[in-house]
């Protein structure tokens, strides 16, 4: 447990759950001299037979870094060390891949706590971070609005 929270693996999704879970990542990272890496999975098309762009995701994971950078300077710069990163794909899918390939030693990331018919429909990618990351999780809910 000596080396938790010194790379550690923080997906965002832009919204007050993963401010919070970004915070706590900050905080983990300070106590520790540990790094953060920032992700954001740009969803990719819902449905497998759905029309593909010839690049269908340049311009959107562009975008994608420019906020993470803006999110970056406001939580982490002069604080902590960090890295931001843009993917493409089934969010759960990549972020245990983004995990893998840096060597996170944590993951910190934000899950909404949906129940019931939101969870059955739209199911959960911190549960299946949590289910099949190489790495503890720690997950958090944010400030209920």
């Given at each position: 447990?000596?080396?938790?929270?010194?790379?550690?693996?923080?997906?965002?999704?832009?919204?007050?759950?993963?401010?919070?879970?970004?915070?706590?990542?900050?905080?983990?990272?300070?106590?520790?001299?540990?790094?953060?890496?920032?992700?954001?999975?740009?969803?990719?098309?819902?449905?497998?037979?759905?029309?593909?762009?010839?690049?269908?995701?340049?311009?959107?994971?562009?975008?994608?870094?420019?906020?993470?950078?803006?999110?970056?300077?406001?939580?982490?710069?002069?604080?902590?060390?960090?890295?931001?990163?843009?993917?493409?794909?089934?969010?759960?899918?990549?972020?245990i891949?983004?995990?893998?390939?840096?060597?996170?030693?944590?993951?910190?990331?934000?899950?909404?706590?949906r129940?019931?018919?939101?969870?059955?429909?739209?199911?959960?990618v911190?549960?299946?971070?949590?289910?099949?990351?190489?790495?503890?999780?720690?997950?958090?809910?944010?400030?209920?609005?």
């Amino acid at each position: 447990m000596k080396h938790l929270f010194t790379k550690i693996l923080c997906p965002v999704s832009f919204d007050a759950n993963s401010n919070a879970a970004l915070d706590l990542a900050r905080e983990l990272a300070r106590s520790r001299g540990g790094v953060i890496h920032l992700l954001h999975v740009v969803p990719a098309p819902p449905m497998a037979g759905a029309p593909i762009a010839l690049e269908p995701f340049a311009q959107t994971e562009h975008d994608a870094r420019i906020k993470l950078q803006d999110l970056a300077r406001r939580h982490l710069e002069g604080k902590v060390k960090y890295e931001v990163m843009a993917r493409s794909g089934d969010p759960g899918k990549v972020v245990i891949a983004v995990a893998r390939q840096i060597g996170a030693d944590s993951i910190v990331m934000a899950t909404h706590g949906r129940t019931g018919i939101g969870h059955l429909i739209l199911g959960s990618v911190a549960e299946r971070v949590v289910r099949e990351a190489p790495c503890p999780v720690l997950t958090m809910r944010g400030p209920v609005e």
